[in-house]
């Protein structure tokens, strides 16, 4: 066995060995915020002044140097064991490997890399796979010299000619978009600042639509026209989208037709389309925004399909002719099921491909358009996750899907959607030996507090005996309809192999149930997915899956607010807590406009401007309700340049803990001062951190090794 912890069962643990280190005291200067009649003293308002390029800001910085010289103090026994499980996980992955080629427009796009490179090389090979490859990005030489690089939205021009891509090499999420000609390897001139990264080629070749962000909130505000070797600060604004709660991009059909621009919130949408062969033309509206509809439209050889959820709360499925796009003329294509939620539509000449979701689980639907007849794809595991994959090229018959479970690595099948013939084109390889067999996943259902049934999907090895004393780590999201499926991570075998159980509690916030799962998860009802979390905690001890002592959560930036939130509400059930880049000052940070994603978050959380949102939201809030009981040990993860959650809320949370909170348990503060939301860019670098993570849940437990 590698582990002190064997899959027979834990053994009983000894005290925590934690070095004799004095945590940094953080500074207090009183800020009052004043709403509603309402005074709130907030003593580290000013860690804030990085973020503000305030007067504090180089105090900032100090701090968190501090925390993490204390982090890494505190770990500095583990330091082995890190190196170990970073070598253990990186040594699964195979270095040198390629994707899938798929086919578009002639040639066969995949990605390779190889052995030792962080990052990879974007290649093409024309009409043939036997042909000569393309390089078309040599990422791993572009990323020289840079902490963090990443690259995004690349797309070919329909001549095949040229190649726009985004790059980021800040970690907040805001592209410098590059145009290469792929026929003499030349970098062009036009170079466009604080974009999204993805862009759109209209059918000219020349012109290219993208989403412009502000550079202060980074908001997707604006989508512009450019035209190639004009002057960039010249390029026409499109559509300039006046209200900030919405989200908007530009994308191009499949059949490569039309061009959308799509703006939406939590409750309603809107979608504009132009023909691809008249980039100069007006966009019209598709259908005008309604109140609390939803709506996404798909373009068919003869009419538009929509998806919309009005009058149907797991959405439907409308047709409408080419030249009729209003509602008016919208007739029911695939009816509203209450037990169904209809995800998104694939189109091809001759089938369309629903992506559905039943009980939790993701499903294929594959609908013959000439004779409307419809079959799904079976798959025979208890809890798994498919989804459609790359399906760039319209007119075929072959549907892309990837498949993966707890159990199983991420696969890849070509379907013959005509003769119901799948071929596994590749499966994820383990490198040092992989058996399924040795792994079991199941799927569990909780009761909870209000009496709804929360599906928990488990999985860990054979041999563990469900007694009670085996560690278990639960982890959840909760938030903005996004469902945690139940997929495969080599790298969390480091931590199966060592005796713990996985669990993913699906609680309501996410949409795995369905369209109201998610509604009852948000606003005014946001409370249910924190009862929720600790109800599925209180089931699997109850259960015998694992004890208080032996129970530890995870949760990563509206996670993380699910975790601050837990842990003041039920602290006494969780012997450690991962809060990875948390959202956790939810009033504060409502309440500043000047923060990125504020203003779209409004129908997620609320406008605390208005005094009932205001109230629910404090009393939730985790900076607002710490209080002096014990908490159970804590490793809070941030990373300075955060485009998503700001560092200065984990280290606000985390100054604050450590002032008031009583016991002895250890709070820690890792601060990546090269890295934003998403950590590192690089397909190993990323390991430290899990590795980091791991090492701190095994010292609680007593592994080491």
């Not at 890494?72 to 070598?87: R, S, Y």
């Not at 809890?383 to 760039?392: L, M, R």
């Not at 409004?602 to 908490?631: C, L, Q, R, V």
């Not at 990373?639 to 606000?652: N, T």
């Amino acid at each position: 066995m590698i582990s002190s912890c064997s899959p027979e069962g834990t053994s009983q643990k000894a005290p925590v060995n934690w070095p004799d280190a004095t945590p940094p005291v953080a500074e207090k200067k009183n800020f009052d915020r004043i709403i509603h009649n309402d005074t709130v003293v907030d003593p580290y308002y000013w860690m804030n002044d990085y973020f503000k390029k305030g007067p504090d800001s180089s105090r900032v910085v100090a701090y968190l140097d501090a925390e993490n010289a204390y982090t890494e103090a505190m770990m500095k026994d583990t330091d082995g064991l890190q190196d170990v499980l970073f070598k253990e996980m990186k040594g699964r992955i195979k270095e040198t490997d390629e994707s899938v080629p798929y086919l578009r427009n002639g040639y066969y796009y995949y990605q390779r890399t190889e052995e030792g490179k962080q990052y990879y090389k974007l290649c093409r090979k024309k009409g043939s796979l036997d042909a000569p490859e393309e390089v078309l990005l040599d990422v791993d030489k572009m990323a020289e010299g840079f902490a963090y690089y990443a690259l995004g939205g690349a797309t070919v021009s329909p001549d095949n000619k040229l190649l726009a891509y985004g790059v980021d090499t800040v970690s907040r999420r805001e592209y410098v978009i590059h145009i290469k000609n792929l026929e003499t390897g030349e970098i062009l001139p036009d170079r466009i600042i604080r974009t999204s990264g993805g862009s759109v080629w209209a059918a000219d070749n020349k012109t290219l639509f993208y989403t412009a962000k502000n550079p202060v909130t980074l908001l997707s505000e604006k989508i512009k026209r450019h035209t190639l070797g004009a002057p960039v600060d010249k390029d026409v604004v499109v559509y300039d989208e006046k209200d900030n709660t919405n989200y908007i991009g530009v994308w191009k059909s499949k059949d490569d037709q039309y061009i959308f621009i799509y703006s939406g919130g939590t409750l309603s949408s809107e979608t504009r389309y132009l023909k691809a062969d008249d980039p100069n033309g007006t966009f019209q509206v598709f259908q005008p925004r309604i109140k609390d509809v939803l709506y996404s439209v798909t373009p068919l050889k003869d009419k538009f399909l929509v998806v919309t959820n009005d009058n149907a709360k797991n959405f439907k499925v409308m047709e409408t002719p080419l030249d009729k796009t209003g509602k008016e003329n919208w007739k029911e294509y695939i009816p509203h099921r209450s037990d169904v939620l209809v995800e998104g539509i694939d189109e091809f000449e001759n089938f369309i491909v629903v992506s559905e979701r039943k009980n939790g689980l993701s499903q294929l639907a594959i609908r013959n358009l000439q004779d409307n007849s419809q079959h799904y794809l079976d798959f025979g595991e208890a809890a798994y996750t498919v989804y459609s994959s790359t399906n760039v090229e319209y007119n075929t018959d072959i549907l892309r899907y990837g498949y993966t479970s707890m159990v199983t690595p991420s696969s890849t099948y070509d379907y013959n959607m005509k003769t119901k013939e799948k071929t596994l084109m590749k499966q994820q390889e383990v490198l040092g030996g992989y058996d399924q067999k040795q792994y079991v996943t199941e799927r569990k259902m909780a009761k909870v507090t209000d009496g709804s049934i929360v599906p928990i999907s488990i999985v860990y090895k054979k041999g563990i005996n469900l007694d009670g004393k085996a560690p278990l780590l639960l982890y959840a999201y909760g938030s903005y309809g996004s469902s945690m499926d139940p997929t495969f991570s080599s790298s969390r075998l480091s931590l199966l192999d060592r005796g713990f159980i996985y669990a993913i509690a699906h609680i309501r916030g996410g949409e795995e149930m369905g369209r109201q799962w998610y509604e009852d998860g948000k606003m005014m009802k946001k409370k249910n997915t924190f009862t929720d979390f600790i109800d599925c905690g209180k089931y699997l001890i109850a259960e015998k899956y694992t004890a208080k002592e032996h129970l530890y959560a995870q949760g990563g930036s509206a996670g993380g607010l699910l975790m601050g939130a837990v842990i003041n509400m039920a602290p006494e059930i969780w012997n450690g807590v991962i809060a990875q880049v948390p959202f956790v000052d939810v009033v504060n940070t409502m309440l500043d406009e000047s923060i990125p994603l504020t203003t779209n978050e409004y129908d997620e959380w609320g406008n605390p401007n208005t005094k009932e949102a205001y109230d629910y939201m404090k009393s939730y809030s985790p900076y607002e309700n710490i209080e002096a009981k014990e908490y159970p040990n804590l490793l809070v993860t941030t990373g300075l340049h955060d485009s998503q959650v700001q560092y200065f809320e984990p280290a606000k949370w985390v100054a604050k803990l450590r002032d008031i909170r009583k016991g002895k348990n250890v709070i820690l503060l890792k601060t990546d001062m090269e890295y934003g939301h998403g950590g590192a860019s690089g397909r190993f670098d990323y390991l430290k951190d899990v590795a980091l993570t791991y090492a701190f849940l095994f010292k609680l437990e007593g592994i080491t090794k």
